[in-house]
């Protein structure tokens, strides 16, 4: 499940200058209920100020946190947060995690020795392929193992309501 994406407006004036800052507001569940959190970010900076479930509670603890820490009035801020991402940690693209295979996919890929049962095409067991019926469901097929094999997306679109009996003697693939 990926994370719920953040809202941003910059935030203008007063000890937060000329938009260095942004109010975040992200969804959540609380207590069993949707709810939605606020953020103080400094995004360039990769700093969160203050956390809270009302935008009133997190500028006002955003606005504590650099009056304490003189932020307000020095031109280089001391944060009480460490710096949160590097620069490097930004700017890489992370590949997203692989696919769940399903057990009954992964029995299938291996019962069919990980080709295509009609033209016998070499598959990815994470790959785009079909779990095929070779007595469709149209015609009474059931998902029994015996009655499913893997197929390419070719073969399997090409075969349609046909029995692989039929398809393999029409010539398919």
């Not at 260095?20 to 100020?49: K, S």
């Not at 460490?82 to 693209?93: F, K, M, N, T």
């Not at 070779?134 to 197929?151: F, I, K, S, W, Y």
């Amino acid at each position: 499940m990926s994370a719920a994406p953040m809202l941003r407006r910059p935030i203008m004036g007063g000890v937060f200058g000329q938009g260095e800052f942004e109010l975040a507001t992200q969804p959540t569940i609380t207590n069993g209920l949707h709810a939605v959190r606020f953020l103080v970010i400094q995004p360039r900076a990769g700093r969160v100020l203050a956390i809270a479930e009302s935008k009133t509670e997190a500028l006002a603890g955003a606005r504590r946190v650099l009056r304490a820490t003189g932020a307000a009035n020095d031109e280089e801020p001391r944060w009480v947060q460490p710096r949160l991402w590097s620069d490097a940690e930004l700017s890489v693209v992370s590949e997203p995690p692989p696919r769940p295979v399903s057990r009954r996919r992964r029995e299938v890929f291996t019962r069919s020795g990980g080709c295509c049962k009609y033209c016998g095409t070499p598959l990815q067991l994470d790959g785009a392929w079909h779990v095929e019926h070779q007595l469709p469901r149209a015609l009474g097929g059931t998902d029994e193992a015996l009655n499913l094999v893997a197929a390419c997306e070719r073969c399997n679109l090409q075969k349609g309501t046909m029995t692989a009996l039929q398809f393999v003697a029409a010539g398919g693939r």
